[in-house]
């Protein structure tokens, strides 16, 4: 992710939804098989999205603000563009299940990597689904498996498991949502974590309107706070992107 920001009908509704508060009560799942299906059935559906706001980077220390405006093709792109205060687009970035693409606009330079560059910055069983699930506020699907633990605290649903490597833990909301997602691999020091703050409905389905983004491995430190003025889901989008010919390719 910090190596992204380094180098089909209309909006139908739009309300902000406030979490219930409910009782404390530790316990653990007593059928998790339906408790799984309740978490999948509250995951966002869309053929598209587009989320646009602004952003706070933290990149190793060098701090922006900037404009940011990300659409998504189901399975298949995320698109992403980067635009400095003064109104001048910085980066754009292009994802898909096998590709990244960056273009840097300061410097003159497109950065073309296969997906598994982003595995600098994230364990290597982070896939494009995944970043998608995260991106859009939905509880990772690919943990959303029988072999989890599953227990209620403090009145929220914990989901805690480990893939390979990978260690995942899912604090949801009371409205199933997620609140918060931790991936961690402790043998390579890579950690990222994604905290959800609002949900608004939009065509009767649940999008954050702020995200914190943190990740750290090694010496490498991203924290990037997402707030999204504008949400549009099943729309038609333009992911145009052209590499400059004058721009110096790098791999």
């Given at each position: 992710?910090?190596?992204?920001?380094?180098?089909?009908?209309?909006?139908?509704?739009?309300?902000?939804?406030?979490?219930?508060?409910?009782?404390?009560?530790?316990?653990?799942?007593?059928?998790?098989?339906?408790?799984?299906?309740?978490?999948?059935?509250?995951?966002?559906?869309?053929?598209?999205?587009?989320?646009?706001?602004?952003?706070?980077?933290?990149?190793?220390?060098?701090?922006?603000?900037?404009?940011?405006?990300?659409?998504?093709?189901?399975?298949k792109k995320i698109w992403m563009s980067i635009t400095a205060i003064a109104g001048i687009e910085i980066a754009r970035v292009l994802v898909t299940p096998d590709s990244l693409v960056v273009i840097n606009r300061l410097q003159g330079l497109v950065l073309q990597q296969p997906f598994r560059y982003i595995h600098q910055y994230a364990n290597r069983e982070v896939n494009f689904k995944?970043?998608?699930?995260?991106?859009?506020?939905?509880?990772?699907?690919?943990?959303?498996?029988?072999?989890?633990?599953?227990?209620?605290?403090?009145?929220?649903?914990?989901?805690?498991?480990?893939?390979?490597?990978?260690?995942?833990?899912?604090?949801?909301?009371?409205?199933?949502?997620?609140?918060?997602?931790?991936?961690?691999?402790?043998?390579?020091?890579?950690?990222?974590?994604?905290?959800?703050?609002?949900?608004?409905s939009v065509n009767d389905t649940l999008f954050p309107t702020d995200m914190q983004l943190q990740s750290f491995s090694g010496r490498k430190k991203i924290n990037i706070d997402f707030d999204f003025s504008k949400i549009e889901s099943n729309v038609e989008l333009d992911f145009s992107f052209t590499v400059p010919k004058r721009f110096k390719v790098i791999n």
């Amino acid at each position: 992710m910090g190596g992204l920001l380094l180098t089909l009908g209309a909006c139908k509704s739009r309300k902000l939804v406030e979490v219930p508060v409910v009782a404390k009560k530790d316990t653990a799942a007593t059928n998790k098989t339906m408790y799984l299906q309740s978490l999948k059935d509250k995951n966002s559906k869309f053929l598209s999205l587009s989320m646009r706001g602004k952003a706070q980077l933290d990149i190793n220390g060098e701090q922006r603000n900037v404009s940011v405006n990300i659409r998504m093709l189901k399975d298949k792109k995320i698109w992403m563009s980067i635009t400095a205060i003064a109104g001048i687009e910085i980066a754009r970035v292009l994802v898909t299940p096998d590709s990244l693409v960056v273009i840097n606009r300061l410097q003159g330079l497109v950065l073309q990597q296969p997906f598994r560059y982003i595995h600098q910055y994230a364990n290597r069983e982070v896939n494009f689904k995944m970043l998608q699930d995260l991106l859009s506020g939905n509880a990772i699907n690919e943990f959303l498996v029988e072999d989890v633990a599953l227990t209620s605290q403090n009145g929220q649903w914990l989901l805690k498991g480990q893939k390979n490597s990978l260690g995942f833990q899912i604090l949801f909301n009371t409205l199933l949502k997620a609140a918060e997602t931790n991936l961690n691999d402790v043998k390579t020091a890579q950690a990222l974590k994604v905290i959800y703050g609002k949900y608004i409905s939009v065509n009767d389905t649940l999008f954050p309107t702020d995200m914190q983004l943190q990740s750290f491995s090694g010496r490498k430190k991203i924290n990037i706070d997402f707030d999204f003025s504008k949400i549009e889901s099943n729309v038609e989008l333009d992911f145009s992107f052209t590499v400059p010919k004058r721009f110096k390719v790098i791999n």
